[in-house]
């Protein structure tokens, strides 16, 4: 029911920061456990980050302290602001929706969108 759009991506230096953009349509985000996910060509598909319904954060461990999830439920947005990009953090990312209670349990579809390419080359 809920449509993801990324959006954001784009060509970026080394060292370099970016912010993707996760809005939603179709319905409110308020009850959903949100996350973004990465895949490289080659590679399997990547938790990147994900937040809670109360705002509970984790990340992968390679990327905690470059990479902030967070979210504005009045904008219906999830946002992940990239700092200290490399370029192995040249990949499609991935917003995801999932419906959550409280901060461990997740129930029903899972909602994807389609994806914003991030390339970070010199």
């Known amino acids: 029911q809920v449509q993801l759009v990324e959006s954001g991506g784009g060509l970026v230096q080394p060292g370099g920061s970016l912010t993707l953009s996760c809005a939603a349509s179709g319905s409110a985000l308020s009850t959903y456990h949100m996350a973004w996910y990465r895949q490289a060509p080659g590679k399997q598909r990547e938790l990147v980050a994900r937040?809670?319904?109360?705002?509970?954060?984790n990340y992968a461990d390679s990327l905690k302290g470059r990479f902030t999830i967070s979210r504005v439920d009045a904008e219906n947005a999830v946002y992940l602001r990239m700092d200290n990009l490399e370029p192995d953090d040249t990949a499609v990312y991935y917003c995801k929706a999932r419906r959550g209670l409280g901060a461990n349990l997740s129930y029903g579809p899972e909602y994807w969108g389609q994806g914003t390419q991030v390339t970070v080359s010199s």
């Open positions: 937040i809670t319904t109360g705002g509970s954060t």
